[in-house]
């Protein structure tokens, strides 16, 4: 179940020399589309950093960028069409209406599946989240077009045509995936992957309204209730400004309190490495790399984590790295800022005391004076 | 009940390595395993056919040798094992993927009776796209519910089922009507011991081996690369940064190495301090 398998890979000289005139019904498909997430009145941040990728492309195109906002009607929905323009949209598509209110796949892959067929983008992203993997699927299917799931990067080649590069084999290599000869290039980009956009207040723009043409009982699947999580802070982690993340160099699942304690006392985030999960050390939830969270924090402290590739596409946009291992031959001190060649066992306590000595109260007194 | 569960085979990514000049992926030798996302669906099958009766049959679309991941799954207790294999199939994206699945799942329907639930993994260790299993549910018309944390009750005579669903900031309680698509979400349980009744059972049980015809695909040109709408241009290993971490000189005394380092995380993110204390008072 992969987009880049083995053989496609082998293959791909042979058939990537195929290309091609695009079908002439496809080449009306045109402009650039961001699907807009909103969920319980919330837009979620991928979509404004999608926001700032599809205004790239858009630009090298020479086309417009849209942002497609699927709600029910109220202030959320009309808030959230704002915020398209605010991160540089050009226009918006509007699908209101109450059975939108909360996801369900059968709604939303109509709504979404409409609008494509209707107005015909030839690039639509949409985040890595559960809601845009559950809907991307199923509308590239519906289409029968194709869909690069988790991409790292989003460029346009001299022919127009969208590369998507996502790392393949578990994180060990990366390829670039083109959509040939159907439409639209679809796109999922994980959280945090792509910078945020600057926000610039602008007044609203054009807003195509669609209907969903939908009646609730056409609609199978019934939500009996949300569960909010308890732990909500298990969701900044992806954008926390500080992290402190272990690996398997810390040895034991006791250990991970070291990481918690050094986290807890300079008010970072804790995480830790793909292995830690697989061994049940910790919650899948805390898992930085490729298939965990993305994190771009200004600070991260990687304690015993030997920095595989897939570890490493999860941390890159980090402003400061920071490796303790005790192999310095580790692939985490090529691609951190600075390094400790230590025991982190040993040396987390530590850390952990000295942070506390100079954040402490006389120190900040003296920082204030 | 009839269930079926699709798995994957692949290599046991742990063992993956790429080679230094041609960047291709070394798989000789690399041992291959059933994706471990595939087991929770297939143990939350075998629980549910233990609850309520019927049968489980595990479906794979992979070269012959995917033959040991389906005998595997049937020593864990599955009832029937199907092999779709053709060469067809090669170099097949999500899309074409989901094609020639669904068309064996409508086929096992035909011959063994149909699916009430089809189980899968909420993706695979080598590809991680999570496309496979709504696109399969697309494809033959079945509701979808993906990232399952939890399966409540379910209801052959009644046609329902009601399953906990991980959402963005919490869970969600569904219902929706059989047959239905369910994607599994890791460590939702735990996979049992075959017994060893299994293990002889599966050591001896013939493995239903389909083609593409024997799957009723009749358009070949919607499998494999030439029904695959993506195209893998280019495969490449990340670009080293060119300077490599400033090492920080360890003392013998655990308290000074951990000072240099503040230190030196201080000088380079110089509002890091006042950040940090900012943050505590807040």
């Not at chain 1, 590239?140 to 790392?167: I, K, M, N, Y």
């Not at chain 2, 000074?256 to 503040?262: F, V």
Request: include cysteine.
């Amino acid at each position: 179940m992969t987009e880049a398998k083995p053989q496609a890979a082998a293959a791909a000289p042979s058939r990537a020399g195929m290309k091609k005139e695009l079908p002439e019904h496809f080449k009306a498909y045109r402009h650039v589309w961001v699907f807009v997430e909103v969920e319980r009145g919330q837009v979620h941040p991928v979509s404004f950093e999608l926001m700032g990728e599809g205004r790239k492309l858009a630009d090298r195109l020479g086309v417009e960028l849209a942002g497609v906002v699927l709600g029910p009607p109220g202030e959320a929905t009309q808030a959230a069409v704002a915020e398209c323009f605010a991160y540089g949209a050009d226009l918006a598509y509007r699908v209101e209406d109450p059975l939108l209110a909360d996801y369900r796949n059968e709604p939303f892959s109509k709504a979404l599946t409409d609008l494509v067929n209707t107005y015909k983008p030839e690039i639509l992203l949409l985040g890595a989240t559960t809601l845009g993997r559950d809907l991307a699927g199923s509308v590239a299917t519906t289409l029968l077009t194709g869909l690069t799931a988790d991409c790292t990067e989003l460029a346009v080649d001299q022919d127009g045509s969208l590369a998507a590069t996502r790392p393949t084999f578990g994180g060990s290599l990366l390829c670039t995936i083109y959509t040939l000869n159907f439409r639209p290039q679809m796109a999922t980009v994980r959280p945090r992957v792509m910078a945020m956009p600057e926000r610039r207040e602008r007044p609203i723009g054009r807003v195509v309204t669609h209907p969903l043409g939908l009646v609730e009982d056409d609609i199978v699947t019934k939500i009996l209730s949300f569960l909010p999580d308890r732990d909500a802070g298990t969701s900044n982690l992806a954008y926390a400004d500080v992290v402190v993340a272990g690996g398997m160099g810390l040895g034991a699942a006791e250990n991970f309190q070291l990481v918690r304690a050094l986290a807890r006392t300079i008010g970072a985030e804790f995480g830790c490495s793909r292995p830690v999960v697989q061994k049940g050390w910790m919650p899948s939830d805390r898992q930085i790399g490729q298939t965990g969270k993305t994190i771009r924090p200004k600070l991260y402290i990687a304690a015993g984590i030997s920095g595989a590739i897939q570890h490493r596409v999860g941390v890159e946009g980090a402003d400061l790295i920071v490796a303790i291992n005790t192999d310095r031959n580790a692939p985490i001190f090529d691609f951190a800022h600075v390094g400790l060649v230590a025991d982190a066992i040993r040396l987390l306590p530590a850390l952990t005391d000295a942070f506390a000595r100079r954040l402490s109260p006389h120190n900040r007194d003296k920082l204030a004076g | 009940m009839h269930i079926v569960v699709c798995i994957k085979q692949v290599p046991d990514s742990a063992q993956i390595r790429v080679h230094p000049v041609t960047n291709t992926i070394m798989r000789q030798g690399v041992p291959t395993i059933i994706n471990p996302y595939d087991l929770f669906a297939l143990e939350e099958a075998l629980r549910l056919r233990d609850r309520l009766g019927g049968t489980v049959t595990v479906v794979t679309m992979g070269p012959p040798t995917a033959e040991d991941s389906l005998r595997k799954a049937l020593t864990y207790g599955a009832d029937r094992a199907v092999l779709l294999t053709d060469r067809f199939f090669a170099g097949s994206d999500t899309l074409a993927t989901s094609y020639a699945l669904a068309a064996a799942i409508r086929r096992i329907g035909e011959t063994f009776g149909p699916a009430d639930l089809v189980f899968a993994g909420k993706q695979t260790i080598d590809g991680d796209t999570a496309q496979v299993g709504p696109g399969i549910a697309k494809r033959l018309g079945l509701l979808q519910l993906t990232y399952v944390s939890k399966l409540g009750a379910v209801d052959p005579d009644g046609r329902s089922i009601e399953v906990e669903r991980r959402a963005e900031g919490g869970t969600q309680v569904l219902a929706t009507r059989l047959p239905c698509l369910v994607t599994m979400l890791e460590g939702s349980n735990e996979m049992r011991r075959g017994t060893m009744a299994d293990a002889l059972r599966a050591a001896r049980e013939p493995i239903v081996v389909w083609s593409a015809k024997d799957a009723g695909i009749e358009d070949i040109g919607k499998c494999g690369l030439r029904g695959s709408p993506t195209v893998v241009k280019r495969v490449f290993a990340p670009t080293a940064r060119s300077e490599k971490a400033a090492l920080i000189e360890v003392r013998p005394a655990a308290r000074d190495t951990a000072d240099a380092l503040i230190d030196a995380l201080f000088t380079r993110l110089p509002k890091l301090e006042a950040e940090l204390i900012a943050a505590q008072t807040a």
